[in-house]
């Protein structure tokens, strides 16, 4: 395994993060505590969550990922072997409806219902401390969630990111979280929280937790130069594109119990243009000998401004496989391949 510094903290944290949001969904309890056991005996220190997940989100099983952590965590001596990152979800509004059942629906990023969500996470994952706690969502309208174009909503009634970051402050001081970060969030964003926490003295977000992957380098555009030079890198999420750049839903193909098999709502990575994005980068794996998943990961896993990939898998044998590519070293040909399907098909998704 290879590890990355955590922005500007002093934490190593491993190149691959073990994402968690099929569990509880597509995951029972004990497969989750497997992929742990089996990620941390290869090296993975960092465990991504969220108050929200398993994702589809539902009522009836909302909470449940962060629980079967808490449950492996609370075994002798297994909080010790990783860092724990969650997520408090944003507002429940316009296309985010889906988080209306947390919390009542009461999920702005202002000091009562952070409070809740802190609360909330700490009890489900059994620990006093989460080392990374995560906004999952800005407040305020913005493009993300697929959504490329900026769309302004004027007079908006957001939370005031000085509130939000007043309270993640106090987490810190109290010792209930280590260190802040941000998801689906922009350049403005970013910079915004930067500039609060350097004239303020209030905590710096280390991170931020965006899409990237072959179909979606958009985070190259404003964000990655901010990444290297600020020092918030990228923990990258849906490296493989829903799973879509296995190759395994070409030709129309719907596998049994795959995610895009299940829910008609995974649909951003579906179209004839990516799909032929897709059947290009596959068949580029496999003209080299590799595996396109893999391919596909050790892209990511290469680029200077990300911190660490966040792998999902609903098997063991997805599991082994996404992890293995930490040893895949991609050779200049592939790469200058990668470089020319991308600038026929550029950022067909975001």
Known sequence: MEYRKLGNTDIDVSLITLGTMTWGEQNTEAEAHAQLDYAVAHGINLVDAAEMYPV?????????????????????????KVLIATKAA??????????????????????????????????NLQTDVIDLYQLHWPDRSTNHFGQLGYQHVA???????????????????????????????????ISQFLKLAETTGLARVVSVQNPYNLLNRTFEIGLAEQAIREKVGLLAYSPLAFGALTGKYLNGAQPAGARMTLW????????????????SYV??????????????????NSRPFVTSNIIG?????????????IDVRLPAEVLDEIERIHNSRPNLCS
């Open 155 to 189: 007079d908006e009634d957001s939370v005031p990111i000085l509130e939000t970051l007043t309270v993640l402050d106090e987490f810190v001081r109290a010792g209930k979280v280590r260190h802040i970060g941000l998801s689906n969030e922009t350049p403005w964003g």
């Open 283 to 300: 068949g580029l794996a496999r003209k080299h000998g590799l595996d396109p998943a893999q391919m596909a990961l050790a892209y990511v």
């Open 313 to 325: 898998a609903t098997t063991m044998e997805q599991l082994k496989t996404n992890i293995a590519s």
């Open 90 to 123: 944003g507002p429940s509004t316009g296309r985010l409806v889906q988080a209306r059942h947390i919390r009542g629906g009461n999920t702005r990023l202002d000091r009562a219902n952070l409070e809740a969500a802190l609360h909330g996470s700490l009890q």
């Open 264 to 279: 008609e709502r995974f649909a951003r990575y579906k179209g004839e243009a990516q799909d032929a994005a897709i059947a």
């Open 56 to 80: 589809p989100p539902r009522p009836e099983t909302q909470g449940s990922t962060e629980r079967y952590i808490g449950s492996w965590l609370a075994k002798p001596g297994n909080r010790s």
